[in-house]
């Protein structure tokens, strides 16, 4: 059973810095990319960053580069989001999903692995 567990989140003032995890079982971690998706409520997910599977290449959102870094530890089966500069415009729900979210239709973004979330929250 794949399972993607977040932590991590919390409250923090803008400027301010986070690190998120997500462990993640149940499949082969190493085979593939992997995503970062938040959420605000009443909004659809958006996407904010994608990692290779051996974690050479990222992918970022335009509104999160410089500020979000992406990275995995394959041996660990986790992966990560370090967030500084963090902005009130930040604050969401953080989702990893298992896959390149950019290349998903519709159906298999909504039916796809992701975890129950970390809440990051940004006060001004």
């Known amino acids: 059973e794949v399972q993607l567990v977040e932590s991590g989140g919390g409250l923090v003032q803008s400027g301010g810095s986070l690190r998120l995890s997500c462990e993640a079982s149940g499949f082969r971690f190493s085979y593939y990319y992997m995503t970062w998706v938040r959420q605000v409520p009443g909004k659809d997910l958006e996407w904010v960053s994608t990692?290779?599977?051996?974690?050479?290449?990222?992918y970022y959102t335009d509104s999160v580069k410089g500020r979000f870094t992406i990275s995995r530890d394959n041996a660990k089966n986790t992966l990560y989001l370090q967030l500084n500069s963090l902005r009130t415009a930040d604050t969401a729900m953080y989702f990893c999903?298992?896959?390149?979210?950019?290349?998903?239709?519709?159906?298999?973004?909504?039916?796809?692995?992701r975890g129950q979330g970390t809440q990051v929250t940004v006060s001004s």
């Open positions: 999903f298992q896959g390149d979210w950019r290349y998903l239709n519709d159906d298999a973004r909504r039916s796809g692995y």
């Open positions: 990692i290779s599977s051996g974690g050479r290449t990222t």
